[in-house]
């Protein structure tokens, strides 16, 4: 089966009235939901009982209004902290901390705040500390950029 | 009245010598010893200047800054130095003894 076609068994596989609150949750009017995205708002549906985000191997990140990509190779976990302005959002792989009213956004924002991170400290890497060298260490086993 | 991203601001720029970098989405703040990149942190563009700062992210950026949440807390109330700051990151290891005398010029 190709690649595609393994996408679409996993999205016809979840429950449909997950399926469109996830992809609510998402997308936006201006931003179109690229395929992979959907893993994503699974997970985000899925932390709505536990506050963690599960972001699967195989999800493509991507910053905005940049060329840049980067492919998840490693499962991780996004914290979601509910507090007064939204939600925060944190992991174990950076110091990086993201706030945003709900808990798609503050997914999003997180993903590609993590990925503008590590694109960071590759382009600082001759200069970094051994702390911030083991976090990008850390990083580059979850994430791969694509060139 | 809690702590504000003005808060922020001043402690980075006036207080630590931290050098401002401005990203697409965020603003991030870098404290160096020549070339060495020390610690840093960044916050959305979207944040106003009057914003207050929840505790969780404070904490999260002493953690990047390599120093407990209170040091943090207080060095943006005004009431811990540079100095202090900086010994609190010779005692842990995070610059050594040359670093914090170049720190402190």
């Known amino acids: 089966m190709s690649k595609d076609g393994e996408r679409f068994q996993k999205i016809i596989a979840m429950p449909a009235h997950n399926f469109f609150y996830a992809v609510a949750l998402v997308s936006s009017e ?40 980067a492919n998840v190779v490693r499962a991780f976990s996004i914290q979601l902290l509910p507090t007064d302005d939204g939600y925060l959002a944190t992991s174990f792989l950076s110091d990086i901390c993201e706030l945003e009213l709900t808990r798609g ?17 590759r382009e600082n890497e001759e200069n970094l500390s051994d702390i911030l060298m083991k976090e990008l260490k850390r990083i580059e086993e979850y994430l791969v950029i694509l060139q | 009245m809690g702590i504000s991203v003005s808060d922020l601001i001043r402690l980075a720029e006036t207080v630590l010598g931290c050098e401002r970098e401005k990203g697409t989405d965020h603003v991030r703040y870098v404290l160096r010893i020549e070339k060495k990149i020390i610690g840093r942190f960044k916050f959305s563009h979207s944040w106003r200047k009057n914003q207050q700062i929840d505790g969780y992210i404070l904490g999260m950026q002493a953690k990047s800054m390599h120093c407990s949440p209170q040091t943090w807390k207080m060095l943006l109330e005004g009431k811990m130095t540079r100095a202090d700051y900086f010994g609190e990151l010779l005692a842990h290891g995070v610059i050594t003894p040359e670093e914090y005398a170049q720190l402190m010029k």
């Open chain 1, 30 to 69: 201006t931003t179109p939901l690229p395929i992979e995205n959907i893993t994503v708002a699974d997970g985000i549906v899925r932390s709505e009982s536990s506050n963690s985000c599960t972001i699967r191997e195989g999800v493509l990140l991507s910053l905005p209004g940049s060329s840049v990509h």
């Open chain 1, 105 to 121: 956004n503050v997914v999003r924002k997180y993903l590609s705040s993590l990925l503008d991170e590590l694109l960071w400290l």
